[in-house]
């Protein structure tokens, strides 16, 4: 093998200096851009050195393949995770090995189809109650920060469908504590060296502030559940969770962990997701025509439950290509645990493989119209044509987003609600740049004017 190893050295790329390689642009560029003309400069397989850190980047679905589902213990989450374990603990985000396989198979009956179906009520109601704010509480120009109100209403599901409570309107320290662990993980993803926490820095003093407030919450919660029983919300199915082999159920430090990360995960990327579709819908009348005409169609005006969704296929297409114009995660990355080959080319053990789900799913060789929203990329025939891994906004093989399902259910359900209701237009000119802050997030205010339908 290392003979075959040999033949290829290392992808090309960018040469950068001796010893800070291409740090300077990376640091002037931002994270996805910098990778984004990697990719376009030197193809689908390339290299880069930032710092004292070797990148791979791919972007093919059979790279993707041998990464993400052929090869899992060869390529893990260790140090390009660990700023986000500094801040949001150790679940099954962050976890590794036995650990995370663990964790991953007592909750995994919990995220299934069946097991979130109880929650689609609690999804239409937030549509509901955002429907009427916008109703009788709008100032008289009706324009609104998009990215904000969808932040919002996931905010307010995730609280209701993790805890049974409204974080919004009744736990606000704990929602701001929440948002600086947001922020702190924003600051850091594009920064290539962090003060340690025993450092005071002003940063480091509000993230601990931070966790302490928010574990004083989870752990209250977790305490009372305990002490007054199990009621009908993610938490207490996560309670009740036992290992089929050992009977073994999560302690009050994993619970802690688990729905920490779910309630950080669990709004920004959907509340992202919708964000986006507005805007893509706002700049693309034939489209927004045609999600009109199956909701006329199928709901007729009503408020839409999960017994509609599979009839609402066009709705769920218009969700698939924003996920693939702007998935919620567009980079996700992999540390080598051993040498391995990749593409012909040798992968030293201790090499960070940078997985580009934004440039995949703009490939040209994928894509009929790889920079249009065309939700047609996702009419049955067009689907079977492509290859599987051409499209992976929830990740790929036994790391897949374990949310990806209660995502699914709850935009759709939201969208297709507030669609029947509102048309959403730009209120000034956005080019739908973003920027990566461990999330895709608007690189400036997608502000859009809120009609009444």
């Excluded at 928010?214 to 919660?221: A, G, V, W």
């Amino acid at each position: 093998m290392a003979a075959t190893m040999t033949q290829k050295n290392f992808p090309p790329g960018p040469k950068g200096s001796p010893i800070v390689g291409s740090m300077f642009d990376f640091r002037r560029s931002g994270t996805l851009d910098f990778y984004s003309d990697v990719w376009q400069q030197y193809g689908d397989v390339a290299s880069a050195k930032v710092g004292p850190v070797k990148f791979f980047v791919i972007v093919r679905p059979e790279h993707i393949q041998h990464v993400l589902v052929k090869n899992p213990d060869k390529y893990i989450k260790g140090l390009s995770h660990e700023k986000l374990r500094v801040a949001i603990g150790n679940g099954i985000l962050t976890l590794e090995g036995e650990k995370w396989y663990r964790q991953r198979k007592l909750m995994q009956p919990v995220y299934t189809p069946k097991g979130i179906r109880p929650f689609a009520e609690i999804m239409t109601e937030e549509s509901q109650h955002l429907i009427e704010r916008w109703r009788t509480q709008l100032p008289p120009d009706r324009v609104v920060d998009i990215n904000q109100e969808m932040t919002r209403v996931t905010m307010k599901v995730i609280s209701r469908s993790m805890f049974g409570i409204d974080m919004d309107e009744n736990f606000r320290e704990a929602a701001q504590a929440l948002i600086m662990l947001l922020e702190y993980t924003s600051a850091t993803t594009n920064s290539l060296i962090d003060m340690p926490l025993f450092v005071p820095t002003p940063t480091n003093q509000r993230l601990k502030h931070a966790k302490r407030v928010l574990r004083e919450f989870l752990m209250n919660i977790i305490q009372k559940r305990r002490q007054e029983g199990l009621q009908d919300d993610l938490l207490s199915m996560l309670m009740s969770s036992k290992d089929e082999e050992t009977g073994a159920v999560m302690t009050d430090e994993q619970l802690h962990d688990e729905t920490l990360i779910t309630f950080f995960a669990g709004h920004e990327t959907t509340a992202s997701l919708l964000t986006w579709t507005w805007y893509l819908l706002g700049k693309n009348p034939r489209v927004e025509a045609k999600l009109h005409a199956e909701l006329a169609q199928q709901l007729n005006g009503r408020t839409p439950t999960l017994d509609d969704l599979p009839n609402l296929t066009y709705t769920r297409m218009v969700l698939d290509d924003a996920l693939r114009l702007y998935s919620p995660v567009p980079l996700l990355a992999r540390d080598a645990a051993v040498d391995d080959e990749l593409a012909g080319y040798h992968v030293p053990k201790g090499t960070m493989v940078v997985v580009m789900p934004y440039a995949t799913h703009r490939h040209p060789e994928f894509w009929e119209k790889p920079l249009e929203f065309y939700p047609e990329h996702f009419e049955e025939a067009a689907v079977a044509q492509r290859p599987r891994y051409a499209y992976i906004p929830f990740g790929s093989g036994q790391r897949i987003c374990i949310g990806l399902h209660f995502a699914h259910m709850e935009a759709a359900l939201i969208l297709a609600d507030v669609a029947q209701r509102f048309q959403l237009r730009l209120a000034q000119e956005n080019e739908g740049k973003l920027t990566y802050v461990g999330v895709a997030r608007p690189l400036k205010p997608i502000m859009m004017t809120v009609t009444p339908r």
